[in-house]
C-alpha cells in the first residue's frame, strides 16, 4: 500500500509538466488486481484536468467495480472533470442507469446531478430510477431531480410518489425536493402534509421545512405544523417553528 502511495504521488508531481504521458500511464493501472491501486489511478485522473479526458472512458467502467472504494473515486472523479467537460462525461457516465450494479446506478445519479443543463435530456431515465429496488439508487435519483429545478418539473409527480417511500432516507428526500419546487410541487403539499406525522423524525422536520418554503399555497397545513411545536424532536420543533416564522414574515 506504501509502494503503491509513493509511486502515485511521485507520479502526481510529473503530471502538472507532463500531464498526457502521465495520464496514459496512470490509466493502464484500472485494471490493475490491486484494489488500492485502482482507487488511487482515479483519485490521479481526477487531478490531471484536460490530460485525463481519453480515459474517463475507462474511469466510468470502475464505476461497476467489485470494490466499493474504487466505485467512490471514479464517481469523484467523473464528477470533478464534469464542470470542464459537461457532455463529455454524460455521455459516458449515462449508460450506468442501467447498470446491473446498485452502486453504479446510485453513482451515475449522483453525477448526473451535478452536471446541470448538459445532463437535462436524461432526466427521465434519472426519474425511472425512483422505484428502482434499492434504497440508495431511489434517493440519488430523488436528489438528482431536485438539483436540476425547472427542467425537472415534469417529474415531481412521480417525485411526490416517494413520500410513502419504504426507506425514511427516500421519504425525506422527496419532501426536501418538494420544497425545492414552487408551483409544480403545490398539489402534492397535502401529501407533504401527512408526513408531519411520520414515524421517522427527519421526515417530520423536511415535511415542516418544505411547507415554510410554499408562501400560501401550504397556508392549508400550518395547523398541522403548528403541532409539531410540541414534537418529541428538538430538531422539529425547531424546523415547526421556522417554518412557521416564514409564514408570518
Request: proline share 2%; charged share 25%; aromatic share 2%.
Amino acid at each position: 500500500g506504501d509502494v503503491r502511495a509513493a509511486a502515485c504521488g511521485a507520479l502526481g508531481k510529473h503530471g502538472e509538466a507532463r500531464g498526457q504521458t502521465v495520464a496514459a500511464v496512470v490509466a493502464t493501472v484500472l485494471k490493475s488486481s490491486s484494489s488500492d491501486a485502482r482507487k488511487i489511478a482515479c483519485q490521479l485522473l481526477g487531478n490531471l484536468g484536460e490530460a485525463a479526458e481519453p480515459h474517463l472512458g475507462a474511469v466510468a467502467e470502475r464505476l461497476a467495480d467489485g470494490n466499493w472504494q474504487v466505485r467512490v473515486a471514479a464517481c469523484e472523479t467523473l464528477g470533478k472533470h464534469g464542470e470542464a467537460r459537461g457532455q463529455t462525461v454524460v455521455a459516458l457516465v449515462t449508460p450506468a442507469l442501467t447498470s446491473t450494479v446498485d452502486d453504479a446506478r446510485t453513482y451515475a445519479c449522483q453525477i448526473l446531478g451535478q452536471l446541470g443543463e448538459a445532463a437535462a435530456p436524461h432526466l427521465g431515465a434519472i426519474a425511472e430510477l425512483l422505484v428502482d429496488t434499492e434504497w440508495d439508487v431511489r434517493l440519488k435519483a430523488c436528489e438528482a431531480l431536485g438539483k436540476h429545478g425547472e427542467a425537472a418539473e415534469p417529474y415531481v409527480g412521480a417525485v411526490a410518489e416517494r413520500l410513502a417511500d419504504g426507506d425514511e432516507n427516500v421519504r425525506r428526500a422527496s419532501c426536501r425536493v418538494l420544497g425545492q419546487h414552487g408551483e409544480a410541487a403545490a398539489p402534492h403539499l397535502g401529501a407533504v402534509a401527512e408526513r408531519l406525522e411520520d414515524g421517522d423524525w427527519g421526515v417530520r422536520r423536511e415535511a415542516c421545512k418544505a411547507l415554510g418554503r410554499h408562501g400560501e399555497a401550504a397556508a392549508p397545513y400550518l395547523g398541522a405544523v403548528a403541532e409539531r411545536l410540541a414534537d418529541g424532536d428538538e430538531d422539529v420543533r425547531k424546523a415547526a417553528c421556522e417554518a412557521l416564522g416564514q409564514h408570518g414574515e
